[in-house]
């Protein structure tokens, strides 16, 4: 039993601060307020501190990670994840697992034979191994696979039904939603009616389903309608994924799908949308390209790119739809040593050293790597990115993944202290109470984690202390290996699992 005593308390609701006690017994918080003395319980003294629910990151990339217990999150105050997103989940698996590997890694950075047979053997190790809270959603990109392998367009009647049977399978397991990535092969190939099954079995089960969409440039209005379509049809709570307008020619778009979305809420679809807190994004360098070019996987790829006429095709639409510019789009990280000093320098920079068009250079690069480039990307204004952070139906991610040789991008290493510094305390863009509520309580509410979110007595004692005068991070594209500061103790269900006391630490 403890008791933290003399801080700021943000209890996740968005209301304003209140200077009360936590006292905390065995995983869960047994009161709040003006608390006298426990003779039982340690007091930690916070005054100068600011005591907040543990954030949830409501969407992250880190499903083999939270495996590992790597330490990026818990340094932020994260205490929960929601992995399985953008169609990527490591499950369900075929015994055969290459073409899940070729189609996942570069997003999951997966070592080795992963993969899990369904949901209840992936959800059965995160609660044995992981530190960490975690829920998962089912990958469509990841359930196609399983059922048709990398084969793209329309399937026949027996696979979706299969995707179906397993998509139900998973959620009576414990899954909490479904995900879908319709920018990455082969997801991006199905048709609408495919979705429409598959929805449909999210509404049965009251789960929810997150989408990267098809498009967030030119087709960005068309992409939200589709997904506004899926809702209306079907029912199922719908959860846009990282929302934005990529490039200046689209930036006008934004305001245009956010009307949308608010006259579907009007209407009475059940959407929201997220955001991370940064200009710039990354991913996968293959989603450059058309994804008719990425059936059979990377070598059906590189087949491909060995013919003249498909290879200047290929390159042509690539450029065709490349909102950022060859500038906006830099190399973040490679397969092999022998390009690693291509890392941070823009297709532009290497197109120049390569004496090559940049389309071109780029199709090297992917032949050279087989496909295992990631990149970052020059996306979005910041008058944009604060309209969508503060706008009411939003929640904050971090959207984090790791990579293997190269940077990733510092969202993975500083999202959450970056967002309640510099945007919240320095620029003022919003109140941390509002900034806590968009990393606790809502997120907690949109994905249906019970007692989670909100410091209240008899919901879990999931707990952030941070020093609201310091907190930030120092990661940036350059450096984002860095950690936050201002951190000072993270617990969950009661249990201290970091502290900035060296000592704290090592007995967590």
Same mark, same amino acid.
């Given at each position: 039993?403890?008791?933290?005593?003399?801080?700021?308390?943000?209890?996740?609701?968005?209301?304003?601060?209140?200077?009360?006690?936590?006292?905390?017994?065995?995983?869960?918080?047994?009161?709040?307020?003006? !608390?006298?003395?426990?003779?039982?319980?340690?007091?930690?003294?916070?005054?100068?501190?600011?005591?907040?629910?543990?954030?949830?990151?409501?969407?992250?990339?880190?499903?083999?990670?939270? !495996?590992?217990?790597?330490?990026?999150?818990?340094?932020?105050?994260? +205490?929960?994840?929601?992995?399985?997103?953008?169609?990527?989940?490591?499950?369900?698996?075929?015994? &055969?697992?290459?073409?899940?590997?070729?189609? %996942?890694?570069?997003? !999951?950075?997966?070592?080795?034979?992963?993969?899990? #047979?369904?949901?209840?053997?992936?959800?059965?190790?995160?609660?044995?191994?992981?530190?960490?809270?975690?829920?998962?959603?089912?990958?469509?990109? +990841?359930?196609?696979?399983? @059922?048709?392998?990398?084969? =793209?367009?329309?399937?026949?009647?027996?696979?979706?039904?299969?995707?179906?049977?397993?998509?139900? $399978?998973?959620?009576?397991?414990?899954?909490?939603?479904?995900?879908?990535?319709?920018?990455?092969?082969?997801?991006?190939?199905?048709?609408?009616?495919?979705?429409?099954?598959?929805?449909?079995? @999210? %509404?049965?089960?009251?789960?929810?389903?997150?989408?990267?969409?098809?498009?967030? &440039?030119?087709? !960005?209005?068309?992409?939200?309608? $589709?997904?506004?379509?899926?809702?209306?049809?079907?029912?199922?709570?719908?959860?846009? &994924?990282?929302?934005?307008?990529?490039?200046?020619?689209?930036?006008?778009?934004?305001?245009?799908?956010?009307?949308?979305?608010?006259?579907?809420?009007?209407?009475?679809?059940?959407?929201?949308?997220?955001?991370?807190?940064?200009?710039?994004?990354?991913?996968?360098?293959?989603?450059?390209?058309?994804?008719?070019?990425?059936?059979?996987?990377?070598?059906? =790829?590189?087949?491909?790119?060995?013919?003249?006429?498909?290879?200047?095709?290929?390159?042509?639409?690539?450029?065709?739809?490349?909102?950022?510019?060859?500038?906006?789009?830099?190399?973040?990280? @490679?397969?092999?040593?022998?390009?690693?000093?291509?890392?941070?320098?823009?297709? #532009?920079?290497?197109?120049? $050293?390569?004496?090559?068009?940049?389309?071109?250079?780029?199709?090297?690069?992917?032949?050279?790597?087989?496909?295992?480039?990631?990149?970052?990307?020059?996306?979005?204004?910041?008058?944009? =990115?604060?309209?969508?952070?503060?706008?009411? =139906?939003?929640?904050?991610?971090?959207?984090?993944?790791?990579?293997?040789?190269?940077?990733?991008?510092?969202?993975?290493?500083?999202?959450?202290?970056?967002?309640?510094?510099?945007?919240?305390?320095?620029?003022?863009?919003? +109140?941390?109470?509002? %900034?806590?509520?968009?990393?606790?309580?809502?997120?907690?509410?949109?994905?249906?984690?019970?007692?989670?979110?909100?410091?209240?007595?008899?919901?879990?004692?999931?707990?952030?202390?941070?020093?609201?005068?310091?907190?930030?991070?120092?990661?940036?594209?350059?450096?984002?290996?860095?950690?936050? @500061?201002?951190?000072?103790?993270?617990?969950?269900?009661?249990?201290?699992?970091?502290?900035?006391?060296?000592?704290?630490?090592?007995?967590?």
């Amino acid at each position: 039993m403890f008791q933290l005593v003399g801080g700021l308390l943000f209890d996740g609701s968005g209301g304003p601060p209140r200077r009360d006690d936590v006292l905390v017994d065995g995983e869960r918080i047994a009161a709040t307020g003006k !608390l006298p003395p426990c003779p039982d319980a340690e007091r930690i003294d916070c005054t100068g501190l600011a005591v907040a629910p543990g954030f949830i990151d409501a969407h992250s990339h880190s499903d083999l990670q939270l !495996l590992e217990n790597r330490p990026e999150k818990m340094l932020q105050g994260v +205490t929960t994840e929601v992995v399985g997103n953008c169609g990527f989940s490591p499950y369900p698996a075929r015994p &055969s697992r290459g073409e899940l590997h070729e189609f %996942a890694n570069g997003i !999951l950075a997966g070592h080795g034979d992963w993969g899990w #047979a369904s949901a209840q053997e992936y959800l059965d190790d995160l609660t044995a191994k992981s530190r960490l809270g975690a829920v998962s959603q089912v990958g469509h990109g +990841t359930l196609r696979i399983a @059922v048709a392998g990398t084969r =793209l367009g329309a399937l026949p009647e027996s696979d979706v039904a299969a995707m179906e049977r397993f998509l139900a $399978e998973a959620f009576e397991q414990g899954a909490v939603g479904f995900s879908t990535g319709l920018m990455y092969s082969p997801g991006a190939s199905a048709p609408f009616e495919e979705l429409v099954r598959l929805c449909a079995v @999210v %509404a049965k089960y009251g789960k929810i389903y997150t989408t990267h969409m098809r498009d967030y &440039s030119d087709r !960005l209005e068309e992409a939200v309608e $589709e997904q506004l379509e899926l809702a209306r049809r079907t029912g199922c709570r719908l959860q846009i &994924s990282h929302l934005q307008a990529v490039g200046p020619r689209n930036w006008p778009r934004q305001r245009r799908v956010l009307d949308r979305i608010e006259r579907a809420v009007a209407s009475g679809v059940d959407v929201s949308f997220d955001c991370y807190p940064y200009t710039r994004g990354s991913t996968v360098m293959t989603q450059l390209l058309p994804q008719w070019a990425l059936e059979g996987g990377i070598d059906g =790829l590189i087949g491909r790119l060995a013919d003249p006429q498909q290879r200047r095709r290929i390159g042509a639409e690539a450029e065709r739809d490349l909102a950022q510019g060859w500038e906006g789009i830099l190399v973040g990280a @490679v397969g092999s040593a022998k390009n690693a000093s291509l890392v941070g320098k823009s297709l #532009a920079a290497v197109a120049a $050293e390569r004496n090559l068009p940049p389309a071109e250079a780029m199709l090297d690069l992917l032949v050279e790597e087989r496909g295992e480039v990631n990149q970052l990307e020059i996306n979005q204004s910041e008058e944009n =990115l604060r309209a969508a952070l503060c706008h009411p =139906l939003s929640n904050i991610i971090s959207d984090g993944f790791y990579v293997t040789n190269g940077r990733p991008h510092p969202r993975l290493y500083g999202t959450f202290p970056h967002l309640l510094g510099e945007l919240c305390r320095d620029r003022g863009w919003m +109140t941390t109470a509002q %900034a806590v509520h968009k990393i606790t309580l809502r997120p907690a509410e949109r994905f249906h984690l019970k007692e989670r979110g909100c410091l209240r007595a008899g919901l879990f004692a999931d707990i952030v202390v941070f020093d609201p005068a310091r907190i930030g991070s120092p990661a940036t594209y350059e450096q984002p290996q860095s950690a936050p @500061v201002g951190i000072h103790r993270v617990y969950r269900n009661g249990r201290l699992i970091w502290s900035d006391s060296a000592e704290e630490n090592r007995a967590a």
